[in-house]
């Protein structure tokens, strides 16, 4: 059923970039391209009414437009992944792309096969993203300082909405490195209610992404991870 398939959605400024990603993936037996478009703020209507499982935003070419598109997309709805995509990737736009909470930063010169295995990945709920930082330990050491900064600044501001117990239940596995559909089955719940409790979490934590809200959790003695 086409339902059950991962809904793929094409951000772009290319045309042909989207005419071409869409070509590469209309073969395939368990995604569908649900709609392409250039990189606008209209794309939040979708995000809102008919989420994808999966965005690919190419930035060549806005690249700010796309790196804030991309932060709202995930406050408007975090449980979609998005797959950034760019012709020359660096230490300062990977620590950008991480800021905007993308799961993968890849380049466009990627194979297909790359790029669909990549999608596969993020729809399961990985991150790989998080590889890159092993092999650039510059813009590892700069994710590090911002969480420093960010649990300083948390430690000045106003008590945050409590959390229910199985929310800090749910929060603590994340911060054990569990993906949502692990954590059903620990808890033997519905993935769709997990992602349900996560996107809770992240209103009443008023944060953009899991990580930012075990941080801040951590910080605030809401949950330990011994």
């Known amino acids: 059923m086409e339902s059950e398939k991962i809904q793929v959605y094409i951000l772009s400024q290319q045309s042909l ?3 071409g990603v869409q070509h590469t993936l209309s073969d395939l037996q368990d995604m569908v391209v649900s709609g392409t478009a250039e990189i606008s703020d209209s ?6 009414n008919q989420p ?14 796309g790196l804030t598109l991309a932060k ?9 992944a998005i797959v950034v995509l760019a012709s020359n990737p660096s230490d300062e736009q990977l620590f950008e792309v991480l800021k905007g909470q993308a799961a993968s930063y890849l380049n466009k010169e990627s194979t297909g096969d790359q790029l669909v295995e990549t999608i596969r990945r993020v729809a399961r709920g990985e991150h790989p993203i998080n590889e890159s930082l092993t092999a650039r330990p510059k813009v590892a050491e700069q994710v590090l300082l911002q969480f420093q900064e960010l649990s300083r600044r948390t430690e000045a501001e106003a008590v945050i909405s409590p959390l229910t117990p199985r929310e800090m239940q749910i929060l603590k596995y994340i911060g054990l490195g569990y993906l949502n559909k692990q954590i059903a089955a620990e808890l033997s719940i519905s993935e769709q209610t997990i992602k349900n409790h996560v996107t809770s979490i992240l209103r009443k934590l008023n944060a953009n992404a899991r990580t930012e809200a075990v941080v801040l959790a951590l910080k605030q003695g809401l949950i330990n991870l011994n």
Not at 72 to 80: L, Y
């Open 72 to 80: 709202k997309i995930k406050q408007h709805a975090p449980s979609i």
């Open 17 to 19: 970039f989207r005419f």
């Open 52 to 65: 994808p499982d999966v965005i690919l935003l190419d930035i060549d070419g806005a690249s700010d437009a």
């Open 43 to 48: 794309v939040l209507n979708v995000a809102d």
